[in-house]
């Protein structure tokens, strides 16, 4: 029956969606500062449209937090549903196929910047609890918190989750910003990695110089950077930092016996990828490498002339941004002083060095024994007709280590993106199916969770 009363929404469901995908809230880029802000007004009224109480929106040091409830009953359980209104920035333009910001259905997919990251994901919440409301078939409480500064760090989010602890109890948060395997193998995610993010910069000589004087006298920074980069790593693909392992806690046999469950293809994976050969630290396949083992990439290196056609320069400056990612156990900030502490220490003295942190977030987990994962599990095997397997994702959302410590709640993530979805990437998309299936599914965990916390 709900299934039949989404499909009979839906054409509304996706218009009202595509409203949302055109503003173009990028939170990383100042130019775009005011679409931020229309996407935060634009979601409050959606939610009250939805029949949620008390829609507003907080101001914070940085973007707003838009909030809602709907107290059915004191007596239920509260859901607190968290979700992210900002998105991605679309660069490199010239590699969508349709205009980044006017929303395209092609294939059965919709395509546009924020589809799956996080704006179809958000909004399937918002349909399913006003369908719940239109039903008199709400059986939770709900709270909902939407930021717009995921994509940049989260860094307001801890102040006003902290600020607002009385006005956020709940019982359990519901997040939808993960993927799932593959639409024929459903998969819940029960484990996040941590995250710890630095800008690096290297000097040498107080200005930029010519390469064919100065070269091979004066240290080249970029030449300096690349080796200290090179041995962050040694031949078995290992994080070289003193003390890096030190808390990374060990995997159970039983654990990886669930996680190679997956029907993985190393071959597929290689084909979709473009590549010839995979590459990781030595003793884990590809599964592990990418969910319970902690890494170290540089995300972008920069320096010198980049410009059209040669220009002979030995630079002053050279820059690199490092992402590690991290695994029950580690602290960002521990990892962090061991990087700084580390890389400074590898140095030359023909150039100085200094680092600047940017954001961090902590690795977490949930047990697939509480009420709260078989609610999931339960829901997708109603919805998808089979049960899903639980894995650990490679990604990081750093509010869900924020939840646990500041509110002590556990998060479900119940996510429905697929690895195809492009998610950061040119033509960045997300299933329709997958997005009417979404609310139906919640719509399921609501009742599940209900019925597992009478007993």
Not at 110 to 116: E, S
Not at 121 to 133: G, P
Request: charged content about 25%; aromatic content about 10%.
């Amino acid at each position: 029956m709900m299934r039949n009363k989404i499909f009979e929404h839906h054409i509304r469901y996706l218009n009202e969606l595509f409203d949302f995908l055109r503003i173009p809230s990028v939170s990383a880029d100042s130019a775009y500062r005011q679409e931020v802000m229309h996407a935060a007004e634009w979601l409050c009224g959606s939610l009250s449209s939805a029949g949620l109480d008390k829609a507003e929106i907080f101001s914070t040091d940085g973007f707003p937090v838009v909030y809602a409830e709907k107290i059915v009953d004191p007596m239920y359980p509260t859901v607190l549903i968290y979700g992210h209104y900002d998105v991605q920035p679309p660069d490199p333009l010239n590699l969508w196929i349709s205009p980044p910001f006017q929303p395209e259905i092609r294939n059965g997919r919709i395509y546009a910047r924020g589809a799956c990251d996080d704006k179809g994901q958000l909004y399937m919440h918002i349909k399913a609890i006003e369908l719940m409301l239109a039903n008199k078939d709400l059986p939770c409480n709900v709270k909902c918190i939407f930021e717009g500064e995921e994509e940049i760090g989260s860094d307001n989010l801890g102040k006003f989750i902290h600020t607002n602890r009385e006005r956020l109890k709940a019982d359990v948060v519901l997040i939808s910003d993960t993927s799932i395997f593959s639409n024929d193998t459903p998969t819940l995610t029960v484990g996040l990695r941590g995250l710890s993010y630095l800008e690096v910069e290297i000097t040498g000589p107080n200005r930029d110089l010519h390469s064919g004087v100065y070269g091979g006298g004066v240290a080249n920074p970029i030449n300096v950077l690349c080796r200290m980069i090179a041995s962050l790593h040694d031949d078995n693909h290992r994080i070289t930092i003193p003390g890096f392992y030190n808390d990374v806690l060990s995997v159970s046999e039983e654990e990886k016996t669930m996680m190679n469950q997956l029907p993985f293809s190393l071959e597929e994976y290689k084909d979709q990828l473009g590549i010839e050969d995979v590459c990781g630290e030595s003793g884990y396949n590809t599964i592990e490498r990418t969910s319970v083992r902690p890494t170290l990439d540089v995300n972008g290196i920069w320096g010198g002339y980049t410009g059209e056609g040669a220009k002979t320069v030995l630079p002053s400056k050279a820059f690199a941004k490092i992402s590690m990612r991290l695994v029950p156990n580690q602290s960002s900030e521990k990892i962090t002083e061991l990087f700084i502490k580390h890389f400074t220490s590898i140095a030359p003295s023909s150039v100085k060095v200094n680092i600047k942190p940017h954001h961090g977030g902590e690795p977490c987990l949930t047990p697939v024994e509480s009420q709260e994962y078989r609610a999931a599990a339960h829901a997708f095997e109603e919805v998808w007709g089979k049960k899903p397997i639980p894995v650990r994702s490679g990604g990081s959302i750093p509010v869900v280590s924020l939840f646990e410590k500041i509110l002590s709640l556990k998060t479900v993530l119940l996510g429905f993106g697929l690895d195809e979805d492009n998610i950061h990437s040119p033509n960045e998309s997300f299933r329709i199916d997958n997005f009417l299936k979404g609310i139906e599914t919640i719509i399921a965990f609501y009742h599940h969770y209900a019925e597992l916390k009478k007993i």
